[in-house]
């Protein structure tokens, strides 16, 4: 199925800080080795099993770290061998349950250098940046180098900073094999796309973030699509649809897999930030 997204959820921090069960999903696989656990539909978390334990991208907020952990189980894997944790970037709700999620598995977290400092620096416009969000804080293990792919198992995780959304904001692409027929498939997912944090009226307030960043976030966006990706994921599901085909998934049907919905969701990206402008 072609690119296709889908308006964001209303009220998001409030509803799944409060009422984050009416935001409920079951988990659902969406590539070989790699499900959706979240738990919630507004912001994603991944798991990927490498063979030699998991992989986490993203844990969402505090509130709605009961659903991510229930999805693990649900999917038949146990929290505890979780090995690494990947966040995105320094936005509350991508990292806000990250503490509850490296004591509860004892994982290695990794994020970039540049959005630990930007959280250290920057409370209010990483931790608290909603009025509503609650996040503890944490401590991070490892930096990104995007010169020194993660490799875990089978699978080798690469990293591409890419700042705009935030200062540190970090993309990732991996290889899964299918297998049932050995085809290897590239998995990409944008680390952050918001353009609420690239626009003028936010630059007016922020103490940390520049237009410069808008600039870089248009510059990497033709690197990013020169990169084949076979299947698309979005840091937060509405921004490529793939809730409508949850469960669905099998190995011989890869309802996720086409190569042409990765540059069309970046230009898509593009074409709202300068809508703002
Ligand atoms: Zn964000």
Redesign the pocket.
Known sequence: MAFRCTPATKDPVATLAYRPWTLAIEPFQVAPHTWYVAGQTWVGCYLIDTGEGLVLIDAAIPESAYMLVDSIYKIGFNPADIKKILIS?A?F??MGAARIMKELTGAELYMSREDATFMEECPEETLVLDKDSHPQTFEVDKYYSDHEPIVMGDVTIRTMLTPG??IGCTSFFWEVKNPVNGEVYTVGMHG?V?ANTMNDNYYAKSRYLTPALRQRFFDDAEKLKAIHVDIALPSHPNQIEIVDRAGQYTDENQIYLDDTVWAEFIDERVRQVKVLM
Do not use: C, R
Request: proline share 0%.
């Open positions: 970037h936005h709700d991508h959304h935030t952050g918001g």
